[in-house]
């Protein structure tokens, strides 16, 4: 059988075979001719049979006589060739030329450079003069779709639209948060216009119960007389019977309310108090409001305890510039984050001043201000007359601003939200401006919530923080104080305005 495609053997001798595969015929078609390429590199191609001696001399010579043939009619050519070879030439030094011009005209028209940008420029299609979409009927156009008018606008809008505006950033400092305290502390605090309406209040009121509890005696007294109270602050009356044994006897003290309503309600001169109600709290107290003045007013039956700590927060006030400016600014921070109402369950004003000066005294190092009921025990003696604690000063008895603390208001009123919010324990210890410290609790208190130490009487007066809702907040709202201070020191950033 014949075997197409390969080479057969006679003998020792290979025969070309009778038929190429395809392979070696299009192999031969692609491979490149030989004075370009050595063919002897290509070890895979099937070499030809050599051919014998006597018929090579015979082909050698007939191969160099149409060698001579082919040079002769190649001279004779060469003239023809070399006229078209050179309008070939001039033809693409043309089309250089225009393609220059044209990327020339392209730079001008985008504004680039190489030696502005420092980049290449953008690759633009090169069109022919043949064709009918030429480089140079694109550029006029271009050109006068871009009128002058156009480009200033574009050129102005840009200018105004990039423009640097630099705008200084506040700068919040403890100077700056300083200075900030003291002007709001001035603004919010009482002035003696509103002092003196509360006084004529008291003096016409006095006027008014004498005949129906002879012997009475009416005091002004909270933060009204304390140095801590505010235009907005209510007017808290303290009625002393002396025929009552006990002051914070409560059955007594509700039917002489309920009397007090009524005296006020039926005089006819008493039209300008309006909304007389009795309110039986843990003190009772008769709310009304004074249409003269615009404050709410509180009437309470022989708070001895009432007017002993009003004397104290005043000699508080007066022993160092510091402390009515920090007290005030807490309240209004407290009153604005909704953490100042005892009615509502939070912290109330009175709370608030004793763990601002709780601060002061216990914790900044060297203190604000002294223990002033073991330093002054004559001043403030439990069992002293009280009949002329609110008429006299306690700062006339005392050493003033002597303290060897020199922090700034700032620095204590941040400090103030640091302690409350990382370092006191509200859980386990309570606060006692007597003893000028923090304590751990009995075994009885540890189950409220907050404790502060009334000075005089030791009872709570943070009991109206009974919630765990109200505690979490209260607690969340000074950690959120101190780090927001801590960031940008001023009264704006904790929206105290």
Known sequence: MTNFGKGRRKGNNWLRPLVYTPSFMDLEKYLPKPNERDLSAFTWKTPKPSMPSEYKSKFDAQYSDRKSTNSNSSISTCTSSATSSDQTAISVNVTNKQRTKSFSHGKALNGWSRESTGRRPPKRRHHSTVTPGFQEEVITKRVKRCSTSQVTCNNTARSLRFQQFEVEPPVFTLETLTQEIQEECLKCVQTVETLEKKLKLKSFLERTLSPFFPGCSLHLCGSSSNGFGGNTSDADFCLILKHLQQSNNRREALPILGKIQRVLSNDPKNTFLSRCTVIPAG????????????????????????????????????VDYRVQPLVMLVKRWAKTHDINDASLGTLSSYALALMVIHYLQGVCKPAVVPVLQRQYPALFRYTSDFSSLLTQNPCKHM?????????????????FFKYYAMEFSWSTDYISIAMGAAYPRDSEWKRKLIFVEEPFDGNNVAKAVC??????????????????LNLSPSLESIKVT
């Open 399 to 415: 050493v003033c601003n002597k303290s060897e603390n020199r922090q700034s208001i700032g620095e204590l009123f941040i400090g």
């Open 283 to 318: 003190v009772p107290i008769l709310k009304f409001k004074d249409m003269i003045s615009g404050c709410e007013c509180d009437i309470n039956i022989n708070n001895i305890v009432g007017l002993r700590n009003t004397h104290l927060l005043r000699a508080y006030c007066g």
């Open 467 to 484: 919630s765990v809702e109200n505690f979490e907040n209260i607690k969340m709202k000074f950690r959120l104080a101190w780090q927001t």
